[in-house]
């Protein structure tokens, strides 16, 4: 078990500026003995804790933290997500769709019998890869929107009036 410094719900909180005793109150149904348990890992969180919390603190990183990491589902299917720089982020999309692009063909001639066969299994893999890449790319982008929404630096509801016209 890690140490009270080291979890993450511990450090969200911390970085919110709230103590248990304040963030209970503006998480309204979570008491600090809980919380404090949660921190001191003895307790298990539940999602509806983590949204909650995620949102109080603003920090949506608690949500990808707890599907990739805490969540039986989660950690088999749902890749951690580390929140990175715009800039970064769009270089390693451009990196990854430029390689796909490459790909295309090779991923049409794969396919197009709709029988993947030994021969065909490496490259395969590799194009499977490099779309997982994408995924993790674009799920990034998505956390990043979301911390600049919970930190005010996007206005959320014109973000979400374009995103849902």
Do not use: F
């Given at each position: 078990m890690s140490k009270n410094?080291?979890?993450v719900y511990y450090m969200a909180r911390k970085k919110s500026g709230c103590t248990r005793e304040k963030?209970?109150?503006?998480?309204?149904?979570?008491?600090?003995?809980r919380i404090e348990r949660i921190e001191n890992n003895k307790f298990n969180i539940h999602p509806d804790?983590?949204?909650?919390?995620?949102?109080?603190?603003?920090?949506?990183?608690?949500c990808n933290h707890y599907c990739s990491n805490e969540c039986p589902i989660g950690m088999q299917y749902v890749p951690e997500i580390k929140i990175k720089d715009l800039t970064q982020i769009v270089l390693e999309m451009l990196s990854s769709l430029n390689s796909m692009k490459k790909s295309q063909e090779r991923l049409i001639e794969i396919t197009a019998d709709g029988v993947i066969d030994d021969t065909e299994l490496t490259d395969f893999i590799f194009i499977q890869q490099e779309l997982e890449r994408i995924s993790v790319t674009v799920e990034t982008l998505q956390l990043w929107a979301e911390q600049m929404i919970a930190e005010g630096k996007i206005d959320m509801d014109k973000y979400n009036a374009i995103k849902n016209a």
């Open positions: 410094n080291e979890n963030a209970a109150e503006l998480l309204e149904s979570i008491p600090p003995e804790e983590v949204i909650r919390m995620a949102e109080v603190y603003k920090d949506p990183t608690l």
